[in-house]
């Protein structure tokens, strides 16, 4: 079972008290640094992403080349900022996708009672397949693009957040002040929204968190086995699949995006370990 | 105790008919025609209508579920398109290294977290907790793949320890097959000890400050008797569950991993028939992988009735 979030008053300055954590801190400063760089790719990149110099290939770090060249004597430093664009939006797409439909299933399970034992059930048997498995799966179904990339993790990861958002609904549903609005005649949809959903946001903060991290490293594996984005557009993924065949003598093409990789998601997982010790004080002490 | 076996056997077989239908819905998503995506844009009408008739595609939607039904019941899971033979035999062939793997990689997991995470627990605090803890996160943050190819760079070009890839020749000993596993599962178990050793740590931390254990100690019972036989035994149910999902995650990871060492496992004919959309060889991986797990997940659950007299489903 995941954690259970007694509803709380909500936090407006959540943010600050993240600050004031020195690990937390340290996360959101290099996601804040990643994020700009990747949208301002443009302005910061020595080089255009496909800018090809035979003359230059596998040229390994320099003044010139801040991370080397690759194969096609691209510059690995600029594609590595463009491969942030796609890896970041690809990842905040999947949680924002998972989200919609974790919520809407954990809702309509945990709030509804005759619905609990269908809707869980569904719940365990899509957890029953391995993540990757299954995108895969589901984009060889649904071929092979950004979008259908974002699709397939998104209906992957959403029975994680279903369960998280089902658990704090059972929790709320019996509350007083719950009871106290249906007793009062307030139409279910609205109890839902106002109460129910606006409560259960901190678990599926955390959650989404966590799901961000996921979603980067499970891309990465897809775009590297080749059935994930297409491998003539940059993301981390495909950079070290490239890379991998020059490993030998130009062990920076996939150093690099690799590197890129552990940092994001251990920033990720860092805010995330943070927010939920602040929003869930029953995890807090353990984990 | 019966009635809780048959309540979680039934709700077994609920999750089972939902994972049967989950894999003959995944294929039926596919825009357009798989048989004439499949054959692609110069193939004859009359070889797309046999490809068609071969993947079950013919009849009405009813008719093709019930087929598919009757089917996997009886064990039989459709023909590889490329193959050339029966899903079920090219799954049996590819067994064993994605069985070693798994099993290897768990053990790997399993013998650096227990320690290290009860250790933690012990020492809640110490430059040892806070050392463990850092690195679990960050061993949690690599890709599996990239390690593999970090270790395959420097175990077996630069020291030349192992063989860069493959499982052996035809008729390769055991040993031999051994030795190729050996980089694989570390990449993999040192990966996926991160989850262990939190998790481990957690729910020792759990129990260290309750009663009986205060009480164990104050009959003067040996602190390490104390916390292995009291704290962690009490500790074990939640350690025993996050095993479990390891496990499951493990063969997520074999799928990439797998690749990397190019290991002819069942991950990399999954990945090949991806790329060669042989759809009855994906939807067979899928509902053995997926059928193994919930079977796992009743085997865990029994194993709680019988380690905890309180549980109840």
Do not use: C
């Amino acid at each position: 079972m995941a954690a259970i979030s007694i509803p709380l008053h909500s936090e407006p300055n959540i943010l600050s008290r993240l600050l004031g954590r020195p690990t937390s801190a340290a996360g959101i400063a290099v996601l804040v640094i990643i994020v700009l760089a990747a949208i301002l790719a443009p302005v910061i990149a020595p080089y255009a992403p496909s800018k090809l110099s035979i003359a230059s290939r596998l040229h390994p770090p320099s003044l010139d080349h801040l991370f080397g060249t690759d194969d096609l004597g691209r510059d690995v430093f600029t594609r590595m900022l463009y491969a942030a664009r796609t890896s970041l939006s690809v990842g905040f797409a999947v949680v924002i996708f998972s989200s919609i439909i974790g919520t809407i299933l954990g809702l309509t399970s945990g709030y509804f009672k005759r619905l609990d034992a269908p809707v869980s059930r569904l719940i365990d048997a899509m957890m029953a397949f391995p993540d990757i498995l299954l995108a895969i799966a589901l984009v060889a179904a649904l071929g092979a693009t950004a979008v259908n990339l974002v699709i397939a993790l998104g209906i992957v990861y959403a029975p994680r957040l279903a369960r998280v958002v089902r658990a704090s609904t059972l929790v709320i549903r019996e509350l007083p002040y719950v009871e106290a609005a249906r007793a009062l005649g307030v139409p279910t949809p609205i109890i839902l929204i106002r109460h129910v959903l606006r409560n259960v946001t901190s678990p599926l903060l955390v959650q989404g968190t966590f799901i961000f991290a996921n979603a980067i490293l499970a891309e990465a594996g897809l775009s590297f086995l080749g059935v994930g984005i297409s491998p003539d557009i940059p993301t981390w993924g495909t950079m070290i699949a490239t890379g991998r065949q020059y490993m030998d003598q130009a062990p920076w093409v996939m150093m690099f995006p690799g590197a890129a990789i552990v940092v994001t998601v251990l920033s990720l997982q860092l805010v995330g370990d943070g927010l939920r010790d602040l929003l869930d004080p029953r995890l807090a002490k353990d984990i | 105790m019966l009635r809780s076996i048959l309540n979680r056997l039934f709700g077994m077989i609920v999750v089972m008919a939902l994972v049967v239908t989950i894999v003959f819905v995944i294929v039926r998503v596919t825009p357009g025609d798989p048989a004439a995506v499949m054959l692609g844009p110069d193939a004859s009408a009359a070889d797309i209508a046999a490809l068609r008739s071969r993947l079950g595609l013919d009849g009405s939607i009813l008719e093709q579920f019930g087929r598919y039904v009757l089917g996997v019941v009886q064990g039989d899971f459709g023909q590889s398109i490329f193959l050339g033979e029966p899903v079920t035999s090219a799954l049996a062939q590819r067994a064993e290294p994605t069985f070693f793997l798994t099993v290897f990689s768990l053990l790997i997991a399993t013998l650096i977290a227990l320690p290290v995470g009860i250790l933690a627990a012990y020492k809640r605090g110490s430059v040892f907790d806070q050392a463990t803890t850092t690195i679990a996160m960050f061993a949690a943050s690599v890709p599996s793949f990239w390690l593999g190819l970090l270790f395959i760079q420097f175990f077996a070009v630069k020291l030349g320890w192992f063989d860069t890839s493959g499982y052996g020749g035809p008729g390769a000993s055991f040993a031999d097959r051994l030795n190729h596993l050996v980089l694989p599962a570390l990449a993999l178990g040192l990966v996926s000890s991160a989850l262990i050793t939190r998790f481990t740590r957690a729910s020792m931390l759990d129990v260290l400050n309750d009663d009986y254990v205060r009480t164990a100690r104050s009959k003067g019972m040996s602190e390490w008797r104390v916390v292995l036989k009291h704290a962690f035994k009490n500790a074990l149910i939640p350690i025993l569950t996050v095993i479990g999902l390891t496990a499951a995650l493990l063969i997520s990871g074999a799928v990439v991993t797998e690749t990397v060492f190019g290991l002819p496992g069942v991950g990399s004919l999954v990945v090949s028939a991806v790329l060669r959309r042989d759809y009855p060889v994906i939807q067979g991986a899928l509902l053995v992988i997926a059928g193994l797990y919930v079977l796992v997940n009743f085997a865990i659950d029994m194993l709680y009735l019988a380690v905890d007299p309180r549980v109840r489903y």
